[in-house]
């Protein structure tokens, strides 16, 4: 919505179509990429909250005169974000220099171009397309090559192990997240990610939300398959294998310092925000209130999204505190030989669901 | 079945291979080294003495006149007895046969006491230092063990009588 | 899993690595993930304990000792003045035993949490090892009241012990354990029916009951094997013999076995095992003097002893060798997690690199015993 808004407003100022394209989509990306530097500093600072508190300890605290990081540690992030600028920048000696300056932006690249297309709210898209499920899935992959250039650039076995290990898992767990999103295009019969939303409005019942979750079983069962997809797609424990701390250092991060892995780590929690975005736009009604009827309207929308997003994000930080690693063969089996018949088997049953009830 | 007759059995099986002594100890036999092998394979598998666990592997040195010695602790698991074997070796030239393949511990204690005392384990399939870097010179146990000065260039410093360290 | 041999590449693990328990270098031959055979190479923390030893006097070599295997401190005190009391034949008073009992089982309690936690940190889950190392220092602030030191005590002295136990120790040793035991219960629920640390440990690098005998290999390794030996009871020393507890082994019942899911399986139970007997020594406690006993000079007459106590890692021996002087002869330190480390090779052929570390995890091997 955002850049069609701008380029008809510029074309009422003049007849200049391809520098109005450009500036538009420059203009709009500015608050994109805002977006996303505010869900890293955020999400970090929750997330070592969160664990803190999980583990019985109580995360950054500022006490006492002086520098410190801020009331309950809220100035922490800033502080990281400070130090990792002023680091040295490490390139090493035997690497691949070229592939490996390129390596974090290619990532970068694949989680800013899926954020073009979450529905915020009604009115707050970058981009409207009507082919959105589909091209945010497409996007996401560009993010597995800059992982693989990183680990073979890296020079270092432990950093190709990881790489190769993300490879395998990243492009194996798209197809279940592929085939589970096909649930809700199936019913709604559409691609447009905020014509999605409005098939999600209503009740069923009278009291519950019409939400595709809560439609039939099968668009259940669908939601966990994609939501447990999405932590496998975002390298996240259980899935973590990639960057398994005790196995293999850091895996294909193990060469990073300073900024570059500042561009990493903004990546990994964008690609979240990415994931959920779709998990809640798909299934959980988007920005739709779950009072059918009530505060449904403006910038209520925005609240109700961001409040959906944060749930399932905090899961998945929860996920990640529980429940030790999956070793990379198990990885390969959950995918292969669970969860593709589970998704097919569904897609399956929700077509004979619409085939008989409508 | 007590030391005596534990003795006995070897006596019994490989005669002259026992050596009678003052000072061993309650549960200590000496032996003499030529047939070692024979004789470890010998108690472990007879079915009366059976030792099937060796506890531990220690490397003497008795003095700077003295000898090497090598002393081996078995353990029976089935019967629950115990034998301390010692078998003295040749300063100059200390060898002994390996008891690896007859217990699989005997690898790496038999490393350490060679890394330690300088003592052969013929037949060891890789008798190499397990506790000292592998380019080290000397025998560290041994009662006149000098140390060495510089290890790549990197200072060893000695203790001296009265003042302790360097 | 067989054996593959393709193109073999060769992996370095350590010596600095998050897991690998200390400074221990692994070279890891490697077919893909896939391990053909491993060479460790140990020495980076050799401390020439046993050269020292024949430069110190007899009660100096004690905090030595502490300093092998540094997680159970007491344990490795225990072992070198039953092996020194049986050499001198000294008898020591009931109040001695039972201090050093109480004090044997802490540390056992506070190894085994820091084993098991620091596994479940190995296979990936974090939350417990926090849980567990928050309960072990409620052990080692007990230490801190007695003795002054958390960590490496010099706490058990030929004759005698350093510290009399504190006026309500007794009380607050209660205290502890009646908070701890429902903690069990949490620490199962977290982890050890999880199915995702089940499947990573269970069938995993099994070790067969005469391979393990063989390797030497003892205490709660052996005991996963399905081997019943424990020194408190088959070799029973000071007055174990008093204190009513099982030994468990391992069932299998998850997977195969000795596989890693049964050594950390014997290890949680030893925990409860260990409260037992807590609980019936702090009842019994006599009173007396616990420094009535130390000898004014040890000199202990010509001979030489192995005597061997049940550290938390399994069999911890001591040989000493006395030549009459108040300085000994030899003192050889028979470690239980050297034993345990040698087994690895063969034990991890034909696993994936995740289960090496996961061997490596459930042997529990503390590299200053190992290195000495």
Redesign the interface.
Known sequence: MTVDTLINWFATMGDFPILAFILAVVISGIPLFLVMALNAMIAVYVERKVSAFMMDRVGPMGQGPGLHAGKWGLLQTAADAIKLLVKEDTVPESSDKFLFKMAPYIIFIGAFLGLAAVPFSSSLQVADFNVGVFYIIAVGSIGIIGIVMAGWASNNKWSLYGAMRSAAQIISYEIPAGLSIIVPIMMAGTLNLQELIIFQSGTIWGILPNWIIFNNPFSFIAFFTFFISAVAETNRTPFDIPEAESELVAGWMTEYSGFRWAVFFLSEYANMLVVSGLAVAGFLGGWQSPIPGLFNTGLWGLFWFMGKLGFLIFVMMWFRWTFPRLRVDQLMHVCWKVLIPITMFNIFGVGIWKLIFG | MNTAEIKAAIMDQFPGSVLESE?L?ESQVELKADQWFEIATFIKENPNLSF?????I?G??LGEEASLQT?Y?FHS?EH?HKI?ILISHDRKEPKVASIEKI???G??FERETYD?FGIVYEGHSDLR?????DDWEGW??RKDYEGQELYHGIVIPK?KEEDGWE | MGVVKGDQMILNIGPQHPSTHGVLRLEVMTDGEIVSQIRPHLGYLHRCFEKHSENVTYEQVIPFTDRCDYLASMNSNFGYVVAMEELMEIKIPERVEYIRVIMGELNRIASHLLALGVYGLDIGAFTPFLYMLRDRERILDMFEYTCGARLLYNYMWVGGVSHDLPKDFETICTDFLDYFEPQIKEYNNLLSFNKIFVERTADVGVIPADVAVSYGVSGPNLRASGVKWDVRKDEPYSIYEKFDFDVPTGTGEFGTLGDCYDRYWVRMLEIEESVKILRQALKEVPSGDVHQALPKKIRPPKGSVYRRTESPRGDLGYYIISDGTPVPSRVKMRSPAFTALSCLDEVSRGWMISDVIAILGSLDIVLGEIDR
């Open positions: 000072d100890g099937d666990q060796l506890e531990c220690t003497i040195d002393r602790n698991m629950r301390e217990w699989r511990i690898d790496w330690m230092r397990i506790l000292c870097p560290p146990l203790m």
